[in-house]
């Protein structure tokens, strides 16, 4: 070998590394510059939002300023549970301005709407949007308040009269023959009046979700826990507490049960003679779902108002389901699961991530736009994820935001418990803490974080599990990122205050394949501290079923 040969490798490699060092310079500089490019562009998604922000404050300034007067201080509802309502984000009953004359301040049939209260004064009839009458708050009036509401029930044009007739109130009085609706106080007088051919409901009982909610609980375990009976209801009780209900909701449920399904106690169809820990909790997440579907304030008012025939507003938030995907025949099946689930009223948004729709993706958008409005966005795969969810989000004006994704599985009833659990926190991001997990690779479920189910979380919930207030999203927006836009974003909202909510384990299990995963870890990652559940992957072990004789919602 000649002397220059060494000296001819030397130089290459040195090329060679010199066109390395060049290649990460370029690549770094080309880094930077998209990085530049995203903040730019948040940059002035901000600048948006914060003109969108205040253009409403100013309308909503101006329609205050040109609008009726407001209504009397209210009287009917203490004045902390209605700033408590509000920093929960008021229900759409809110609105509805109601004049009520009651005999009793705790009429939870009362505490959704806006309520003005004076048993003196009559002052406040043309402003309100409905009446409450209390027949034993009637006769404490003056005979001229009572005149001029005889009077004022006469108009033609006046607005719904709902009266609350106490039992023994003659049915025949001017009042109630003019209400649009009676509520009677038990079955019974119910049935009474409408044989007298009245419009009349009963005041079925409700519960306060602020107060009755899964994080107090008792414990699920039963222990040395003994059957008896209350109001012929059987009941498992330990000490104090009632811990399951083994019987079937009665068609005219007592307010102590409601209470406490409400709580997430289990009801059962019958007295079980095993109660593990796992059955309770099932139907205990059951039980709560049927008390909040049918028993809470915000139902029992609405049903109130449209018996009276006032024309309101659904009193449910709206919810979108966001969906990001860049794998079509995956987003089909996300699609499949968003179409059956529960809660209305549901809109979908589909963001195609650098994507085109598959006809099996087209069919599913197609089966799903035929039962909820549904959007599809074609996104450049050149983009982040965080830039995609901002985007799919922009295009819909739903108050509660449902981020899906295309890989993990979704019960029919994930929206509406997290919804449910939105309400009794009042936080303002839900998800789970607690999961059922599928580790593909070893064909085996667990359940991860077991002790962070019904409680707050100090971290972040599961990803793919969030749902949150659109206040929140606005105030924040997710980051221009690729990856951990989760993380980021709760990490954001809870620095600005927001409290982050973990619901129960149930409708969801997190599918971890063997890859394609934008999170790269190993399965021991998803094996720490988990506890076995069974073998391979089973769909209906991972849902709490509604109860017996208990449709879900269309």
Not at 459 to 474: F, H, I, K, V
Request: hydrophobic share 40%.
């Amino acid at each position: 070998m000649s002397e220059s040969e060494p000296r001819i490798e030397e130089l290459e490699q040195l090329l060679r590394d010199e066109r390395a060092l060049r290649i990460r310079a370029e690549t770094r500089a080309a880094d930077e510059t998209e990085k530049a490019q995203i903040w730019r562009t948040r940059a002035e998604e901000r600048a948006d939002r914060i003109q969108r922000l205040t253009d409403q404050s100013r309308r909503s300034k101006r329609r205050k300023r040109g609008g009726r007067p407001p209504l009397p201080t209210p009287t009917v509802d203490p004045r902390e549970a209605l700033e408590d309502e509000q920093e929960r984000g008021p229900s759409r009953l809110a609105s509805v301005r109601v004049a009520a004359a009651v005999a009793s301040t705790t009429d939870l049939m009362l505490t959704p709407f806006a309520v003005a209260s004076d048993l003196t004064a009559t002052s406040w009839l043309p402003e309100a949007d409905m009446v409450v009458l209390d027949t034993k708050a009637l006769e404490t009036l003056p005979t001229e308040v009572q005149e001029r509401l005889e009077a004022w029930s006469m108009q033609t044009a006046r607005q719904p009269l709902v009266v609350v007739a106490a039992a023994g109130t003659r049915s025949d009085s001017n009042l109630i023959r003019r209400a649009d609706l009676v509520v009677a106080r038990d079955r019974d007088h119910e049935t009474q009046l409408i044989a007298k051919g009245l419009n009349a409901r009963s005041m079925a009982p409700v519960f306060d979700p602020s107060r009755h909610n899964p994080m107090g609980r008792a414990g699920a375990e039963a222990g040395d826990a003994t059957w008896e009976e209350r109001e012929s209801i059987p009941v498992l009780r330990r000490m104090d507490q009632v811990i399951a209900v083994g019987s079937s909701p009665p068609a005219d449920p007592p307010a102590w049960l409601i209470e406490a399904a409400a709580r997430g106690v289990a009801i059962l169809s019958t007295p079980a003679h095993t109660t593990d820990k796992d059955t309770l909790a099932r139907a205990g997440a059951a039980a709560r779902r049927w008390a909040f579907r049918h028993h809470s304030p915000t139902v029992r008012a609405a049903e109130i108002a449209r018996g009276a025939g006032l024309s309101i507003p659904d009193p449910r938030p709206s919810a979108a389901a966001i969906l990001v995907s860049m794998r079509p025949n995956q987003a089909a099946t996300a699609l499949e699961m968003i179409r059956k689930q529960t809660y209305r009223p549901l809109s979908v948004v589909v963001g195609l991530h650098g994507v085109a729709p598959t006809p099996d993706l087209a069919a599913a958008i197609d089966r799903v736009s035929a039962t909820m409005p549904t959007t599809t966005l074609s996104l450049s795969g050149a983009i982040s994820l965080g830039e995609c969810l901002n985007r799919a989000i922009a295009t819909t004006g739903a108050e509660v935001l449902v981020k899906i994704d295309d890989d993990d599985f979704y019960g029919p009833h994930h929206i509406e418990d997290g919804i449910q659990a939105m309400e009794y926190s009042g936080a303002a991001i839900v998800g789970k803490g607690a999961q059922f997990t599928y580790i593909e690779e070893q064909d085996r479920t667990v359940l991860r974080r077991p002790r962070e189910e019904e409680v707050f979380l100090g971290g972040s919930p599961t990803g793919a599990t969030m749902l949150l207030r659109r206040a929140t999203w606005e105030s924040i927006g997710f980051p221009h990122r690729p990856r951990q836009v989760d993380v980021l974003f709760t990490r954001a909202a809870r620095h600005n205050g927001a409290d982050v909510y973990s619901n129960s384990r149930w409708e969801f299990c997190y599918i971890r394949q063997k890859g394609g995963h934008t999170w790269t870890a190993p399965a021991a990652t998803f094996l720490a501290g988990a506890i076995p559940q069974w073998e391979g992957f089973d769909s209906g072990a991972v849902l709490a079923p509604d109860l017996a004789g208990d449709p879900a919602d269309s």
